[in-house]
């Protein structure tokens, strides 16, 4: 499985920006994806999960600015970036956790198998 997030770039603060993930190879019949971002010289920290419905979780610090969706038909995800913040600064990561069903809900929201390589974003003040 391999994961390719694109879209990044440098944009000014209240900017927007939208963030893809593209899954190739081995594909299943039901998976959840999310993002994380990792600031210099932070640790890796969740922003958003998305389960094979459409239900989305979010981290309190994009809750409102940031929204999540997929093209389950296209195997892509997809993290569109609004009113951002310098603090928003990071590297963003994909990734995508297998599940099954239901089950898939109760799955933490950290908790992942695939990861792909990040896209930096960069916000200007």
Excluded: H
Aim: proline fraction near 2%.
């Amino acid at each position: 499985v391999q994961l390719q997030a694109s879209g990044g770039g440098l944009v000014q603060a209240g900017g927007s920006l939208r963030l893809s993930c593209a899954v190739s190879g081995r594909t299943f019949s039901s998976y959840n994806m999310g993002w994380f971002r990792q600031a210099p010289g932070k640790e890796r920290e969740f922003v958003a999960r998305i389960v094979w419905s459409g239900s989305t979780s979010y981290a309190n610090s994009v809750k409102g600015r940031f929204t999540m969706s997929r093209d389950n038909a296209k195997n892509t995800a997809f993290l569109q970036m609004n009113s951002l913040k310098p603090e928003d600064t990071a590297v963003y990561y994909c990734a995508l956790k297998r599940c099954s069903g239901y089950g898939c809900y109760e799955v933490p929201l950290e908790d992942m198998d695939y990861w792909g390589k990040g896209t930096l974003v960069t916000v200007s003040s």
